[in-house]
């Protein structure tokens, strides 16, 4: 159909696990070349993982395309360290967020949502939202909130979103790990939610709280979520530097899996106001980065590189 159709370039959005066990996807750049088909643009939200054929046919997958578009800095950094002859075809553009940005009246919104969560506008309300299963760092979360809870700081954490597909059993340990740490009345599980509401739910937050295991990455979506709402966030350091997340500037950093840390920056982060404002304002200038206009118009640049 491609051939037949005489697309000008194709263009693949990868992640091992999305092809499943058959390599079909990881020949195809190697195909299209070999039969003459249109010039192949890949764009690897993750090169490894997932399975074992994935990882060795990933040299295949990105070797034959004609740009890699690199949507954060940990596939940049594999195909920099393991496949240098590649650099000079790597573009790197960042992935936005598929949840709508702050709403046209912010304050009324923020007003009625808090109000809908049965809460005064003194509370401070922490938000986390994304598909719960395990590597989200929900644990050491409620491990911190605990230490709050014990010292007497008023708080509400709203957990917002569903849960992945065979995780049901880790999100029944999530609720019950929080009802045994006294949480119940101040972890709000919010399920499933629409884009709209999810947008209202964040415009309503005061401090964004996604303390991932593996490091703050811009391949999380929930984290652009956050970042396009110009939230103060608090998440956790990443295997390697960013180009984007610089810690006390546009977003606090604590080590993974560290509850102490987690609990010292939550309550840094709610008794210093001029910390969460100088913090929004860094994500701020930062989230024009992410938005969809400016990936577009760097997208439809590398497509103009391949077929001028």
């Known amino acids: 159909m491609i051939r037949t159709e005489c697309f000008n370039l194709v263009h693949i959005q990868y992640t091992p696990e999305l092809y499943g066990r058959s390599p079909w996807m990881k020949l195809f750049p190697a195909a299209s070349v070999i039969l003459g088909g249109p010039p192949v643009i890949v764009t690897p939200h993750t090169l490894v993982g997932g399975y074992p054929s994935a990882t060795v046919l990933a040299p295949l997958l990105v070797g034959f395309s004609r740009r890699i578009i690199c949507p954060n800095d940990e596939v940049a950094y594999l195909i920099s360290r393991y496949l240098p002859f590649l650099r000079r075809r790597v573009r790197p553009i960042p992935i936005g967020s598929n949840i709508p940005g702050p709403p046209t009246a912010p304050a009324s919104t923020r ?158 982060m709610i008794a210093s106001p001029d910390l969460r404002q100088r913090l929004r304002q860094g994500i701020q200038e930062l989230a024009c980065t992410f938005s969809w206009p400016r990936i577009a118009e760097a997208t439809a640049a590398v497509y103009r590189e391949v077929c001028p």
Request: proline residues 6%; contains cysteine; hydrophobic residues 45%.
């Open 111 to 268: 007003r009625a949502t808090r109000v809908d969560l049965g809460l005064d506008e003194g509370m401070i309300l922490l938000s986390h939202f994304g598909f719960a299963y395990p590597g989200k760092g929900l644990e050491t979360l409620l491990g911190a909130l605990a230490a709050l809870h014990a010292a007497g700081t008023p708080f509400r954490l709203a957990v917002i979103g569903s849960v992945w597909p065979g995780a049901e059993a880790y999100a029944e340990q999530l609720q019950t790990l929080s009802r045994n740490l006294g949480l119940n009345d101040h972890v709000q599980w919010l399920g499933r939610c629409s884009r709209e509401r999810v947008a209202a739910l964040l415009s309503a937050s005061d401090i964004y709280v996604v303390p991932y295991d593996d490091g703050i990455s811009s391949r999380r979506g929930t984290l652009m979520a956050g970042v396009v709402h110009g939230l103060p966030i608090i998440s956790t350091y990443p295997a390697r530097p960013s180009r984007w997340f610089r810690d006390g500037e546009n977003v606090l950093l604590v080590p993974p899996k560290d509850e102490a840390a987690l609990t010292e920056a939550i309550l840094e």
